[in-house]
């Protein structure tokens, strides 16, 4: 399994970036997909999850009502779309990937390289 980000980038505060995840997985359906992010000198942190069945999807609170995360199965693709961005949302953001998982903040055992976003104020 491989899962490759892109999208990243430099903004300033208040602008919106569209982070994509490839995932090179035959069954991609039946994974369960999220995102996390690690600033400089802090642990890693779940951003947002999406199930693989049923739609559900959890969010860290503060990224709630400015972050979506969807997904396009055809397209064996994960994004974030990142609104109103913040200083504070400044990290490398990986994509990662579990069977049948059901878009919590654990037990995941596939990652990605990761993204940069810097947000400036």
């Known amino acids: 399994v491989q899962l490759v980000e892109s999208g990243g980038g430099s903004v300033q505060a208040g602008g919106s970036l569209r982070l994509s995840c490839i995932a090179s997985?035959?069954?991609?359906?039946?994974?369960?997909m999220a995102w996390f992010r690690q600033a400089p000198g802090k642990e890693r942190e779940f951003v947002a999850g999406?199930?693989?069945?049923?739609?559900?999807?959890s969010y860290v609170d503060s990224v709630k009502g400015r972050f979506t995360i969807s997904r396009d199965n055809a397209k064996n693709t994960v994004y974030l779309q990142m609104n109103s961005l913040k200083p504070e949302d400044t990290a490398v953001y990986c994509c990662?990937?579990?069977?049948?998982?059901?878009?919590?903040?654990?037990?995941?055992?596939?990652w990605g390289q990761g993204t940069q976003v810097t947000v400036s104020s």
């Open positions: 990662a990937a579990a069977l049948r998982a059901r878009g919590g903040s654990a037990g995941y055992n596939y």
């Open positions: 997985i035959r069954t991609f359906s039946d994974y369960g």
């Open positions: 999406i199930s693989w069945i049923g739609g559900r999807r």
